[in-house]
């Protein structure tokens, strides 16, 4: 005869017991999460930005050209910079381009180049008409870079220009001029005769700006609305010659919103790496102190950005 066992299974008053020990030890857990969060956040946001800062400066390097970080509202970060969309190297009359994208020629002629042969032009006779200009997609900037070897004019010249709306000159003294419908940009510069110089047309968020051989010479404020068939032709009045041209377009690389809990308590608005990976001196002086905060305490991280491109990060 087999004896019978019973369970009377847990009291009411044992349920609530291990009820409440459960609620303890969540609380605490979460408490713990919470506070792991916090500090996560805190880090990862600023390894996340300290890298964004690094891979700018080196796209600045690849690309040479400048690089732009954008900062808005204490919590979102953009990396804007220019990407080449188009290459014409003047070694031979078919004007040969990268992407497939070749000039046209009218009355060139081969002269000695840069790297090896140039284009060479005349007044109202020679000009290279590199194709429309939108369909290189700069609809948010662009920089246009060129060798120029001038030859002796005594007549106001045209390097190049994008229709009616924008044009690059050289007056009868050599000075240069950017000039668009409504504003003129003077550089203060003079533009020798047979010798090869670098020269540089940039636009972006509502800046012109003339660069010569890596110098700044004059910048303004102005905005820049290219028609849809305008073209981008060059040399369309000048004596000399044209070698390595490249037009670079304006992009979003990359941008980064950080989290709810952190926040930028201190940043300049804009930072600019140079072609050279170093801080931009025509617009900073000195190095640069980026500072995250918590939003709902005191604990802060840091990002410093010495004159020669250094970024080192601070975690507490």
């Known amino acids: 005869m087999y004896a019978r066992f019973s369970s009377p299974g847990m009291t009411l008053v044992e349920l609530m017991v291990c009820l409440a020990i459960f609620a303890i030890l969540l609380g605490m857990s979460s408490a713990f999460f919470s506070d792991f969060q916090d500090r996560f956040g805190l880090s990862n946001a600023t390894f996340h930005l300290s890298i964004m800062l690094k891979n700018g400066k080196?796209?600045?390097?690849?690309?040479?050209?400048q690089v732009l970080i954008k900062?808005?509202?204490q919590q979102r970060v953009e990396l804007w910079g220019a990407r080449t969309v188009g290459f014409w190297h003047c070694d031979d009359l078919a004007t040969t381009g990268a992407f497939g994208l070749h000039g046209q020629v009218q009355n060139g002629f081969l002269e000695p180049?840069?790297?090896q042969k140039s284009l060479g032009f005349e007044p109202g006779q020679t000009k290279l008409d590199c194709g429309i200009f939108q369909r290189f997609g700069p609809l948010r900037g662009f920089s246009l870079r060129f060798w120029v070897y001038?030859?002796?004019c005594s007549e106001n010249q045209t390097l190049f220009q994008i229709s009616d709306v924008l044009a690059l000159r050289s007056t009868m003294d050599n000075g240069l001029v950017l000039e668009t419908p409504t504003a003129k940009i003077y550089g203060q510069y003079t533009l020798p005769w047979y010798q090869w110089i670098l020269l540089e047309v940039r636009s972006a968020h509502d800046y012109?700006?003339?660069?010569?051989?890596?110098?700044?010479?004059?910048q303004g404020v102005c905005r820049v609305v290219v028609p849809a068939h305008s073209r981008l032709l060059m040399g369309t009045y000048f004596r000399g010659r044209i070698d390595q041209i490249q037009l670079l377009s304006w992009t979003i690389l990359d941008e980064f919103t950080l989290p709810d809990l952190v926040m930028l308590a201190s940043t300049p608005s804009e930072i600019w790496w140079n072609s050279q990976g170093y801080l931009d001196g025509t617009k900073h002086t000195g190095s640069i102190q980026i500072v995250l905060q918590k939003t709902a305490s005191t604990e802060k991280a840091q990002?410093?950005?010495s004159e020669i491109g250094v970024v080192q990060h601070s975690i507490p």
């Open 303 to 305: 990002i410093a950005i």
């Open 113 to 115: 180049g840069k790297i």
């Open 58 to 65: 080196e796209w600045a390097k690849q690309e040479n050209s």
């Open 150 to 152: 001038p030859g002796r």
């Open 71 to 73: 900062f808005f509202d």
């Open 208 to 218: 012109l700006s003339i660069w010569a051989d890596e110098r700044l010479i004059a």
